[in-house]
């Protein structure tokens, strides 16, 4: 998986309604998920860096998003 660069705040431009799931974001940290329709979910990432479930921090946000 590529990092990918912070995204800047909207600054009043028009927005377009679509359905997401929303979080807090309460520790400034985005999380994201590789996903191949062969395979399904293979990855887990922050935006530098790859975590597995052996991370201390992220590794729980795995069965968040991976339930068996």
């Known amino acids: 998986m590529k990092e990918y660069p912070s995204i800047p705040p909207a600054g009043g431009s028009a927005f377009r309604e679509f359905d997401a ?12 998920w590789l996903w191949h329709a062969g395979s ?11 975590f597995d479930a052996s991370d201390p921090d992220f590794g729980p946000a795995i069965a968040l998003f991976w339930p068996p």
């Open 40 to 50: 399904g979910w293979t990855r887990s990432g922050t935006r530098t860096r790859l």
């Open 21 to 32: 799931h929303l979080f807090d974001k309460l520790d400034g940290v985005n999380l994201r």
